[in-house]
């Protein structure tokens, strides 16, 4: 049974920094994109940004090129999302995506709110 679960989320001030983390299992997860996506309230979700499989090619949304760092650790089954210079709009419910091929694997997020 594939888990992804999220966890790093909290309240931080507009500036601020957090790291979002994703621990995945049942999966060969070094076969995997992995991605992280976000969904703020009454919005659609989002791509925020994504790494290939071996981690040596990365994409971010133009909202967060620049702050955000997408890194992965194939030893250890994790995908991380470093958050800098948090501003308002990145308020949202953070998922964590697996995809290979045909197969879409989703957590079931973690909240991130950005306000003083």
């Known amino acids: 049974q594939v888990q992804l679960v999220e966890s790093g989320g909290g309240l931080v001030q507009p500036g601020g920094s957090l790291r979002l983390s994703c621990a995945a299992s049942g999966l060969t997860f070094s076969s995997y994109i992995m991605s992280w996506y976000r969904q703020a309230p009454g919005k659609e979700r989002e791509l925020v940004a994504s790494i290939s499989s071996t981690g040596v090619i990365t994409n971010y949304a133009i909202s967060v090129k620049g702050r955000f760092t997408i890194s992965r650790d194939n030893a250890k089954n994790m995908v991380y999302l470093q958050m800098n210079s948090l501003k308002p709009e990145d308020t949202a419910v953070y998922y964590c995506?697996?995809?290979?091929?045909?197969?879409?694997?989703w957590g079931q997020g973690t909240q991130v709110t950005v306000s003083s």
């Open positions: 995506k697996a995809k290979r091929l045909t197969n879409d694997y």
